[in-house]
């Protein structure tokens, strides 16, 4: 996680945001329906669709990996 981005992920957190996945170029973060994407030049993103699509595509990124 690059500087920036962390200090952003502190920010949230501090707001009431949790982790939700940890990716190789971003931090999915939520608060209830409220969803967040990390870039790691620290600049954030709203939005459930394109969070919940992330997430989507990160699980079956990680399901092709443990069957390969």
């Known amino acids: 996680m690059t500087p920036l981005q962390r200090s952003t992920v502190q920010t949230l957190q501090a707001e009431g945001f949790q982790i939700t996945r940890h990716q190789?170029?971003?931090?999915?973060?939520?608060?209830?329906?409220?969803?967040?994407?990390?870039?790691?030049?620290?600049?954030?993103?709203?939005g459930n669709q394109a969070a919940e699509r992330l997430e989507r595509l990160a699980v079956i990124a990680e399901a092709a990996e443990k069957r390969a």
């Open 24 to 46: 190789k170029d971003m931090v999915l973060m939520s608060s209830g329906a409220d969803h967040r994407m990390v870039r790691t030049d620290g600049s954030q993103r709203r």
